[in-house]
């Protein structure tokens, strides 16, 4: 397998013999994982390879699809156009409800891949007339250096770009991918930092911080809650939730609020109930937010 040098890591600060001289500390995600050599960050996208951070994720796209912009969902970007959906394998995130965990709970080693280029992803594009690539299906965040020479080409060729991502990057390198994509979908699963943890094994306070900065940046935002019973469907935190959207500025950003089917590792519970995800919808517009869309009923 193709690798590259890795883009956001340094030598290991501290030094002993468990870590080696050869040990990195990979700074893309706030997990901020320190590697010992030949060892993958959680993500499984990014080794260390003999005191050089790597990514595995280079050239090698498990999904490449034409998909409608509002599959996203984007339903105030280019609405009506279609978008190139790519993905190469891996996450930093570890949901419990996860749909596609048969590819982001993966390495790329371990998927069945397509060797494209980010040029031959513009040539795609090209060829199939779409206005836009989207970066999605698993964590795009994961797969960065791809996403930024692929968004970087596009912009050359006046295609638009698209990231589906749950937010979970570290500040430098979401303000330097801010320059080359046009919109964003964030998935904000979860407003109690720690059923947040629990369920995505990640940090709460990092994904709000990335929507801030897509605001400042003037990315196009729309956001997704998926409400999950246990987890995310309290709908006291859910208000909770929409009162900081609306006082930071979001309130006339798109919130797509997501029916949960049972799934992966929570099988075991049940649908969200229809009556829920519509008195969601109640709530979030009348604390202010002006595009609310009620999504799986």
Known sequence: MEE???LYWQKAGKQDNNLHNHAVECM??????????????????????????????WNNPCSICLDPIEKKPLNHFLPGTKTLSIAIAGCNMRCLNCQNYNISQKSPKETANYNYTPAAIIELAKKYNTPSI??????????????LATAKLAHQNNIKTVIVSN??????????LCNYIDAANIDLKC????????????????????????????????ITHLMIPQYSNNLQTFEKMCQWLVKKGFDSTPLHINRFFPQNELVHLPATPVTT?????????QAGIKHVYLGNI
């Open 4 to 6: 590259h040098v890795a």
């Open 28 to 57: 893309l995600c706030p997990h901020n994982c320190i590697l010992k050599e030949e060892q993958k960050g959680i993500c499984k996208t990014r080794e260390n390879h003999k005191g050089t951070l790597c990514t595995l994720a």
């Open 134 to 147: 989207s970066f999605t299906y698993t964590e795009p965040t994961v797969y960065y250096e791809y996403m």
């Open 167 to 176: 937010g979970y990057i570290n500040k430098k390198p979401l303000q330097e």
């Open 191 to 222: 407003f109690d930092p720690a059923l947040h943890l629990k369920l995505t094994g990640a940090k709460l306070q990092p994904v709000l911080d990335s929507l801030l900065l897509l605001k400042r940046g003037k990315i196009w935002l729309e």
């Open 277 to 285: 995800i519509k008195e969601a919808g109640r709530i979030a517009t």
